[in-house]
Every structure is written in C-alpha cells, then in structure tokens.
C-alpha cells in the first residue's frame, strides 16, 4: 500500500533525515516492564535507523511517550516513522506529534515535518476513492494548530478524485461537524473545517464534477454529497 515515493516525497523526507540527524537513541530507551520487553527493547535498535521495518517500529510508535521512551527518543525515530508512515499506511498515530510538543520545535524542523504531511495529504487527495481521507484529516487535526494548509490544498486540487473525497466527507461527518461531535476534544478545529465545509462554493464545485462524472461509479457518491450539503446550506 502506497510503497512509490515521488521524487518530491523523497526529498521531503530526505531533509526531514538531515534536519532530525543529531538525535542521537539513549543507551536504553526507557520503557514500563509491565508493556515493553527486552524483545521490543532489541527490535528497535536490530538494524540502522533507515533499514527498520514497520514490523520493527509499529510498537514503539503505539507506545511512544506514554508507556516507552522520552521526547528525545521519538525525535530519533521520527524520519523513519514518517517514511513507513507514507509507504505503508497509517502506522504513525500523529497525535503522537502534539506528545512530542512538535509545535514548539524550530521553524526549520517544524517545517520539515509539515512538508511531509501536506505531501502525504495530497497524495491521500489523490486516491481513486473510497479511501475515508476524512480520518486523515481528523488525525491531522490532533497533531495541528491549524487545518488551513490541509484545506487550501483540497481546494486547490483540480481532478475529480478530491471533490468525490469531498462528497464522502460531508455525507459521513457534516451532521458530526455541525453538532461538534467530529472533533469534540477541539471545538476551534472542528468549528474552522465546519466553516470551509459549509461554502457554497464547494456544492459549484461537486455539481460540476457531477456532471462531468455522470455515468461513473463515482456520480453515486457525489450525488449524496450534492443532496447533503444541499440541505445544510438551506438550513443554514
């Protein structure tokens, strides 16, 4: 899933390796005996930082600075677990970011980072729906001060594929999102990607893909998004 990196990718995660490079692993990363054995102890460090597999880190991402390891340890792995994470699918959980107080680094490493995430995000825009990238953005949105970049880039896109993405999305959260239910931990973002949901551009925009798409598979779905955001923005 996802394995091909494109070569903006690669450089993106290229300089987040450069930027992260001086974050050396503690002797022991430390971890509860009740959850972390000398086996996951061992799996962390059997190969060189770019050779770990999913398999290798899947675990210690899952646990990271909560039950295993410090901020400092997490800085270490992070260009790796990024790397899997946009090869092989959801296996960084990014709420681990705001654990690691992501938002408090260097511009410059924050800014590596970030340019990886809108990278993934845009790929993710990019799938032949069904793909749900409503759950990316909701783990986005435990990781971010901000949805803006995330948003502006949907609306920048010019394939159908986005705007069906789209139409998933209001059919499955619009009703979540008005009654602050879809990110009820962080009403400020729930509340600005209401606000974007809700403009009257976006159903120009589905109606025409609707059109264009009519006798694909897709037109279902962007029929049902048409008929949901038609109705809230009468009700608005």
Same mark, same amino acid.
Request: negative net charge; glycine residues 4%.
């Given at each position: 899933?996802?394995?091909?990196?494109?070569? $903006?990718m690669?450089?993106?995660?290229? %300089?987040?390796?450069?930027?992260?490079?001086?974050?050396?692993?503690?002797d022991r990363?430390?971890g509860?005996?009740c959850?972390?054995?000398?086996?996951?102890?061992?799996r962390?460090r !059997?190969?060189?930082?770019r050779?770990?597999?999913?398999e290798d880190?899947?675990r210690?991402?899952? %646990?990271?600075? &909560?039950?295993?390891? !410090?901020?400092?340890?997490?800085? $270490?792995?992070?260009?790796?677990?990024?790397?899997? $994470?946009?090869?092989?699918?959801?296996?960084?959980p990014?709420?681990?970011?705001?654990?690691a107080?992501?938002t408090?680094?260097?511009?410059? #490493?924050?800014e590596s980072?970030r340019?990886?995430? @809108?990278?993934?995000?845009?790929?993710l825009l990019?799938?032949?729906?069904?793909?749900?990238v409503?759950?990316?953005?909701?783990?986005?949105?435990?990781? #971010?001060?901000?949805?803006?970049?995330y948003?502006q880039?949907? *609306?920048?896109?010019e394939s159908? #594929?986005p705007?069906?993405?789209?139409?998933?999305?209001?059919y499955?959260n619009?009703?979540?999102? %008005? !009654?602050?239910k879809?990110?009820?931990?962080?009403?400020?973002?729930?509340?600005?990607?209401?606000?974007? &949901?809700?403009?009257p551009?976006?159903?120009?925009k589905?109606?025409?893909?609707?059109?264009v798409?009519? *006798?694909?598979?897709e037109?279902?779905e962007?029929?049902?998004? @048409?008929?949901v955001l038609?109705?809230h923005l009468?009700?608005?």
């Amino acid at each position: 899933m996802r394995e091909a990196l494109d070569p $903006h990718m690669q450089e993106a995660l290229e %300089k987040v390796y450069q930027v992260f490079q001086n974050d050396t692993l503690h002797d022991r990363v430390e971890g509860c005996p009740c959850c972390v054995k000398n086996g996951d102890h061992a799996r962390i460090r !059997s190969k060189p930082l770019r050779f770990l597999e999913a398999e290798d880190l899947s675990r210690y991402a899952f %646990k990271a600075m &909560t039950t295993w390891g !410090s901020e400092e340890d997490f800085r $270490h792995f992070l260009p790796r677990l990024l790397e899997l $994470h946009v090869q092989k699918g959801n296996l960084l959980p990014l709420y681990k970011l705001s654990y690691a107080h992501w938002t408090s680094w260097s511009e410059e #490493e924050q800014e590596s980072v970030r340019a990886v995430l @809108l990278l993934w995000w845009k790929q993710l825009l990019q799938i032949e729906p069904p793909a749900n990238v409503g759950q990316d953005l909701e783990e986005l949105a435990r990781a #971010e001060y901000t949805l803006e970049p995330y948003l502006q880039l949907w *609306d920048s896109q010019e394939s159908w #594929e986005p705007w069906v993405h789209f139409a998933e999305f209001v059919y499955l959260n619009l009703a979540d999102l %008005k !009654s602050g239910k879809w990110l009820k931990e962080n009403s400020r973002l729930n509340q600005q990607v209401l606000a974007w &949901t809700l403009d009257p551009q976006k159903l120009q925009k589905m109606q025409l893909w609707y059109e264009v798409r009519l *006798d694909s598979p897709e037109a279902d779905e962007l029929a049902m998004g @048409l008929d949901v955001l038609g109705w809230h923005l009468s009700e608005k």
